[in-house]
């Protein structure tokens, strides 16, 4: 028997032309795909250690290693700073997971390109996991801090339990910037090479291994309120080194900084990511 | 019969910068000075592709011909330049050998990897984690890293967790020509058992035999053109003869 089916009779699931915001797309396409960013975070960390005998224990000993060099060699020249190791870890942490995962999110849409080409994947997943693979890693090196702010003297204090709202700003800063990067990066290969140069001089210029009032007093203020890092590791550091909440001044740039780059990023990511498979 | 693919006059168009820029700044120098000029290179043309359900649709033609960017379009991974693509159900596209694998992994964290890749849920494969095994044959080597596998190993488990749910639509590039003759028995055999119960599928083969065997149509693509549609054994005919001019 035969059927005679009008166009307008068929449901489809996907009409090329038929779709929602961009934005919002990626964005429902990114929560049905959780599970695998939780893949891609295990595949991560799991693989990383895999091979290695102290495994995990390499997230929190890597911290304590670079700080144990720098502290050397830096707490003769700041002697004014108290507690200097503890002053120097609290920015570095910060600054390891911004550097960290901003870098690997780069390396992983490079990686995934292999895959976009062939199978369809909401790609944001790649940056977002990136970020989640650094705040395990973020979290594991809370504790070698905490060990070293008791060792150094610097008291503990209440303040602590308001670290998850700097670290929630951090990753929003983050993954915006993971996700201009990595557009980028898809057209322009040279961006990864480029970043990584980019991310060590913004390293230098941000007060982590120094104390801010050494920056010359005709260009501190601008070299620290132009740097969205300045608010960003400001209120990370603050509740945990100096025991206090971070200031309003620090506070609200910090926020408008975090949520404007996320909200960017998203929109400029999920609006090229069509372009994508014709670029990789 | 229900249509499960419908492609309207779909075009691919890439454009590529005519000269390679090394750098961003040299880039950026010649796009301000407007000195960038893009060739063109329709991928597809007008193509205009209806599949039912239940058939196995068979494309030849040459390399470069746009076999591969009409499975891009179908499985959404490119959207046509021009044109309007329209898809019902699931489409499972099954991955060349080792992409989306981890060779540090062993061959249960892949299956969880590869699984969600495809768009599968963590429960969705801790249920049929052992029916894809037990496919794959992979009983004793499970829990090694992936970077002892063979690579035939390595086809059997990418096949396995592809076609361990049933897609509405799947497609196929390539991947029959791996795996020893007695694993490919057993796809071809799970690919006619959806066939039977529904699903629509994708095959793309430079062994025209492959085609003639499994496929219930076919097309020729040359050139970004369907020059030919239709029964298997004509258009694979008329294939072979352009071939031999």
């Known amino acids: 028997m035969k059927q005679i089916q009008t166009l307008q009779n068929v449901e489809f699931t996907y009409d090329s032309q038929n779709r929602r915001s961009p934005a919002l797309e990626e964005l429902l396409d990114v929560i049905q795909y959780r599970d695998l960013i939780y893949q891609l975070i295990r595949r991560d960390i799991v693989a990383r250690y895999k091979r290695s005998v102290l495994g995990v224990f390499w997230t929190m000993l890597q911290p304590l290693g670079m700080m144990l060099v720098m502290g050397i060699v830096f707490s003769a020249l700041f002697r004014q700073v108290e507690g200097y190791v503890a002053y120097l870890l609290s920015g570095l942490i910060a600054w390891t997971f911004f550097a960290q995962t901003t870098?690997?999110?780069?390396?992983?849409i490079v990686w995934g390109s292999t895959l976009i080409r062939r199978i369809y994947i909401p790609m944001?997943?790649?940056?977002?996991?990136?970020?989640?693979?650094?705040?395990?890693?973020?979290?594991?090196?809370?504790?070698?801090l905490l060990i070293i702010m008791l060792a150094v003297g610097r008291p503990i204090r209440w303040t602590i339990v308001f670290i998850p709202f700097p670290i929630l700003l951090l990753t929003a800063f983050a993954l915006g910037v993971s996700l201009i990067l990595s557009t980028m990066t898809v057209y322009f290969p040279d961006v990864k090479e480029m970043y990584q140069i980019v991310v060590q001089a913004w390293m230098y210029l941000t007060p982590i291994m120094y104390p801010a009032d050494i920056l010359p007093e005709k260009y501190r203020f601008w070299l620290l309120h132009l740097n969205p890092m300045y608010y960003m590791i400001e209120m990370f550091r603050v509740p945990i080194y100096e025991g206090v909440l971070p200031t309003a001044d620090v506070l609200i740039p910090g926020i408008l900084i975090a949520l404007a780059t996320l909200l960017v990023g998203w929109v400029y990511f999920a609006n090229r990511a069509d372009e994508f498979a014709y670029t990789i | 019969m229900k249509s499960v693919i419908l492609l309207d006059n779909i075009s691919v168009r890439y454009r590529a910068p005519e000269a390679k820029f090394g750098t961003l700044k040299e880039f950026a120098i010649q796009l301000i000075k407007q000195n960038v000029r893009y060739k063109e290179f329709l991928a597809l043309r007008d193509i205009n592709l209806e599949v039912k359900e239940g058939e196995i649709l068979g494309i030849v033609g040459r390399n470069g011909a746009g076999k591969s960017t009409?499975?891009?379009?179908?499985?959404?991974?490119?959207?046509?330049?021009?044109?309007?693509?329209?898809?019902?159900?699931?489409?499972?596209?099954?991955?060349e050998l080792g992409a989306g694998f981890h060779p540090e992994l062993t061959g249960r964290e892949n299956i969880f990897l590869n699984g969600t890749l495809l768009g599968h849920t963590h429960r969705e494969l801790e249920t049929r984690l052992d029916e894809i095994i037990e496919f794959a044959e992979m009983e004793t080597f499970i829990d090694t890293p992936?970077?002892?596998?063979?690579?035939?190993m390595i086809a059997r488990l990418g096949f396995s967790i592809a076609t361990t749910w049933k897609p509405d639509i799947l497609i196929l590039d390539e991947v029959l020509s791996v795996g020893d003759e007695n694993f490919r028995d057993k796809c071809r055999a799970r690919i006619e058992s959806f066939q039977g119960q529904g699903t629509s599928t994708l095959l793309v083969s430079h062994n025209s035999s492959n085609i003639e065997a499994m496929c219930t149509r076919a097309v020729w693509l040359d050139h970004g053109v369907m020059k030919a549609e239709g029964r298997v054994t004509e258009v694979v005919e008329l294939y072979k003869q352009s071939q031999q001019n």
Do not use: D
């Open chain 1, 124 to 144: 944001s997943a790649f940056s977002i996991s990136s970020i989640g693979t650094g705040l395990v890693n973020l979290v594991l090196s809370l504790i070698p």
């Open chain 2, 146 to 152: 992936l970077r002892t596998y063979s690579s035939g």
């Open chain 2, 70 to 95: 009409l499975l891009k379009v179908v499985s959404r991974v490119l959207i046509p330049t021009q044109g309007r693509v329209r898809l019902k159900g699931r489409v499972s596209p099954l991955l």
């Open chain 1, 103 to 108: 870098s690997a999110a780069i390396f992983q």
